[in-house]
Nanobody
Framework: QLMLVESGGEPVESGGSLRLSCTVS????????IAWFRQVPGKEREGVAQ???????RYAQAVKGRFTISRDDTKNTVFLQMDNLNPDDTAMYYC?????????????????????WGQGTQVTVSS
């Protein structure tokens, strides 16, 4: 069973930076497409960024140019570098994964394309 554990979330001031980590266990992360989602209470979970097994990346418009997703499969870890944070980035951030061979991620931003989820890490940006 694949397990995902997020870390790195904490309170930060507007304009600051954070780096989130998603550590994968139970299998080799290189087999998986991995994405970051975020959710605030009362709203749907939204896709933030995705990295596939060819290291191609995709971003939500709201974070393009500020966030960078990367992966180090030698450490079974995916990162989300978040720069120039603003209060609208406040959310619980989740890591999600799906086997690349399943081919379910044409709509990368949809939470329905991922079989495995972490428990989340809270990011709070103050103005």
């Amino acid at each position: 069973q694949l397990m995902l554990v997020e870390s790195g979330g904490e309170p930060v001031e507007s304009g600051g930076s954070l780096r989130l980590s998603c550590t994968v266990s139970g299998d080799n992360s290189s087999r998986y497409i991995i994405a970051w989602f975020r959710q605030v209470p009362g709203k749907e979970r939204e896709g933030v960024a995705q990295i596939d097994t060819f290291f191609d990346t995709r971003y939500a418009q709201a974070v393009k140019g500020r966030f960078t997703i990367s992966r180090d499969d030698t450490k079974n870890t995916v990162f989300l570098q978040m720069d120039n944070l603003n209060p609208d980035d406040t959310a619980m951030y989740y890591c999600a994964a799906d086997l690349a061979e399943m081919g379910r991620n044409a709509a990368w931003w949809s939470h329905t394309g991922y079989a495995y989820w972490g428990q989340g890490t809270q990011v709070t940006v103050s103005s």
